[in-house]
T-cell receptor, first 113, second 115 residues
Framework: AQSVTQLDSQVPVFEEAPVELRCNYS??????LFWYVQYPNQGLQLLLK??????LVESINGFEAEFNKSQTSFHLRKPSVHISDTAEYFC???????????FGQGTRLTINP | ETGVTQSPTHLIKTRGQQVTLRCSSQ?????VSWYQQALGQGPQFIFQ???????GRGNFPPRFSGLQFPNYSSELNVNALELDDSALYLC??????????????FGPGTRLTVT
């Protein structure tokens, strides 16, 4: 069975500081990995994805994540955060032939001015 | 391109009642999945529909049921509501074929409160 562990439930950082949100997964087969962002009282927005190819994937708003197969990780990073990045971030995994996304518990990113 | 839409936005029901939630998939997407997100938790997979048939189900009891229509829209029905059914219900759609079929795009959700 697949599972996702997000190691930090809350991450407070100062504006313009770098941030890393950690995600580890377990799966016995090839995986597809995703990060979603959820702003208050909204649904989930796909932030970035790893399906195949380059292990480093980037979003349009400066986030990046690296698929590390040996460490079964897909950590999310941003070199300089903004107040507008304040949100809940969810890591999710799927695998070939599976119908569902399995989500972690989420990490609440709080940006302090 | 129209995104995933859900209705209603909010709903309050009494324990024991039945509820129907609706979802319209994103243009060009033929697969719909439903998730339950309890407060402070990650979404949990309920089931998925493809070509009007259930195509996978999570660990939810039979009182959670669904439908998909020829235009790919979908309904989630919950019978005999319990207090623990209070949650945000999320619908997601995905395109058919290849690795892109694993990408799911979510609607804004329906907030269900059971009293």
């Amino acid at each position: 069975a697949q599972s996702v562990t997000q190691l930090d439930s809350q991450v407070p950082v100062f504006e313009e500081a770098p941030v890393e949100l950690r995600c580890n997964y377990s799966s016995s087969v090839s995986v597809y990995l995703f990060w979603y962002v959820q702003y208050p009282n909204q649904g989930l927005q796909l932030l970035l994805k790893y399906l195949s190819g380059s292990t480093l994937v980037e979003s349009i708003n400066g986030f990046e994540a690296e698929f590390n197969k040996s460490q079964t990780s897909f950590h999310l990073r941003k070199p300089s955060v903004h107040i507008s990045d304040t949100a809940e971030y969810f890591c999710a995994v799927s695998s070939q032939g599976a119908q569902k996304l399995v989500f972690g518990q989420g990490t609440r990113l709080t940006i302090n001015p | 391109e129209t995104g995933v839409t859900q209705s209603p936005t909010h709903l309050i029901k009494t324990r024991g009642q039945q509820v129907t939630l609706r979802c319209s998939s994103q243009s060009g997407h033929n697969t719909v999945s439903w998730y339950q997100q309890a407060l402070g938790q990650g979404p949990q997979f309920i089931f998925q529909y493809y070509r009007e048939e259930e195509n996978g189900r999570g660990n939810f009891p039979p009182r959670f049921s669904g439908l998909q229509f020829p235009n790919y829209s979908s309904e989630l029905n919950v019978n005999a509501l319990e207090l623990d059914d209070s949650a945000l219900y999320l619908c997601a759609s995905s395109p058919a074929g290849g690795s892109a079929s694993y990408e799911q795009y979510f609607g804004p959700g329906t907030r269900l409160t059971v009293t």
